[in-house]
């Protein structure tokens, strides 16, 4: 049986800098993700005045400047590709007293960033954005008030934001969400004795004095894992694969989930917990694929892994229908469009939909070029389909992985079968 680790976890890895950052005192974190949107949050961090160490070590200790540490910066807040980076920020800095200007790549300018200035400007913060509602972003912090907020959209980015102003200004908050997101600030913010109490889909904050400081063992992304998973469940591995030390919180494993509704062999073995999150040994073999519906309410635990998921549809038995998923239009690209646009470019058959996509599997060698958009999910999807013996996929743009798993060809070409 191939075994092998994924990156670190990239929402752990986030959020592991930043409460760092944060804490009062001296914070390690191992098994950071060494990638362009962590580098981001960590430059955006030392321009606020934090002494982030080079990322490059197994371990990094930080030496945190406390909740009103931060300093004015003196440029503007880069974060590169990284919504994660933007939207977590904005509500730290919008409880800081400074000002800053947000700005990122191509790709992050467009992605909506009203649903973060709505909740901020609601605080107490002033908050500008472009006619467009992206990047670049001014956000001048202020003595904030607390909030309840009912959140229009399932976003832990926007829940984090509220969750980080209401920290950082010392103010209650409490966020009312359409459906349960994934819970990791909640799970850091406790670990490091702030009061985060969660009923239901109501998540709610209690000021705290302070932040400790706190130790972080990242565990590998399960994101990155499940196209592991998926290439295994497709037979393109030489057997059996087992991806050690996953995080398998449960607002992350949808795709797993699902995999196993298709008919792949999956477990997992070896279950603990690290830092208050759950992890295990994940083991994935293939099996007979048949196409299944995914639902509004399966979405938001897997809706970074949909484009593996519409690949792996591609080779199953029968339609697999998604709906619920409009999110995808303002990921990193217009992923619905994105998927359908390239299944049809290499000969599979998909349909798109105002919230999602219809794929029906077949047998037939898929063949063609596909456009990434500069996108690491789907250049990683349609490699691992790439990957399946008879298929022969061109990706436009293989290096921009990097946003998440830089070695991920290597690693592909040492799993798929010879």
């Known amino acids: 049986m191939a075994a092998l680790r994924v990156p670190g976890d990239k929402s752990i890895s986030h959020r592991a800098l930043m409460l760092a950052a944060l804490g009062k005192g001296r914070s390690r974190v191992r098994g950071l993700l060494q990638s362009a949107d962590v580098h981001s949050t960590a430059r955006v961090l030392r321009a606020l005045g934090v002494p982030i ?3 490059d070590a197994d371990e990094l200790v930080i030496d945190g400047v ?27 800095v919008a409880g800081s007293p400074l000002w800053a200007t947000f700005t990122g790549d191509q790709s992050l300018s467009r992605r909506p960033m009203r649903r973060v200035a709505a909740p901020l400007t609601a605080m107490g913060a002033n908050v500008a954005l472009p006619e467009h509602g992206g990047l670049p972003m001014t956000i001048r912090g202020a003595k904030l008030k607390g909030l309840t907020w009912h959140s229009e ?10 969750l980080l102003a209401g920290l950082v200004a010392d103010v209650p908050v409490e966020i009312h969400e359409p459906a349960a997101t994934r819970d990791h600030t909640e799970r850091m913010l406790r670990a490091r004795g ?17 932040l400790d400081a706190g130790d972080v063992d990242v565990p590998g992304d399960p994101s990155s894992a499940a196209f592991v998973a998926g290439l295994a469940a497709l037979g393109g591995t030489r057997g059996a694969v087992r991806v050690e030390n996953v995080g398998v919180n449960p607002g992350r494993t949808g795709a ?19 830092g208050g999150e759950p992890v295990a040994s994940i083991v994935c073999s293939a099996g007979a694929l048949r196409g299944i519906s995914i639902s509004p309410e399966d979405v938001p635990s897997l809706i970074d892994e ?9 080779r199953a038995e029968g339609e697999t229908r998604v709906t619920g998923a409009a999110e995808l239009r303002v990921k990193e690209s217009d992923r619905i469009k994105a998927i359908v646009d390239n299944l049809r470019a290499v000969g599979a058959d998909a349909e798109e939909l105002g919230d999602g996509f219809v794929v029906r ?4 060698p898929l063949r063609g070029r596909i456009v990434t958009h500069g996108d690491h999910r789907i250049a990683m999807a349609f490699g691992v389909l790439g990957a399946l013996a008879g298929n022969a996929i061109d ?19 040492g799993l798929a079968r010879a």
Not at 153 to 162: F, P, R, W
Not at 203 to 210: E, G, Q
Not at 306 to 314: E, K, S
Request: net charge negative; proline share 6%; charged share 20%.
């Open 53 to 55: 160490p080079a990322l």
């Open 395 to 413: 990706v436009d743009d293989p290096s921009c992985v990097a946003v998440s798993w830089p070695s991920f060809w290597d690693a592909l070409a």
């Open 153 to 162: 959209v399932a976003s832990a980015q926007v829940k984090s934001a509220i």
């Open 361 to 364: 599997g077949s047998d037939r």
């Open 66 to 92: 406390g909740l009103r540490g931060l300093a004015q910066p003196s440029v503007d807040l880069y974060c590169g590709n990284s919504g994660t980076t933007a939207r977590l920020m904005s509500g730290i």
């Open 306 to 314: 949909l484009p593996l998921l519409a690949c792996v549809a591609a």
């Open 194 to 210: 702030v009061d985060v109490r969660t009923e239901d889909l109501v998540v709610s904050l209690l000021p705290s004095a302070r």
């Open 256 to 274: 797993f989930r699902t995999l196993v509704r298709m008919g792949a062999a999956l477990k997992y073995e070896d279950v603990a917990e690290q």
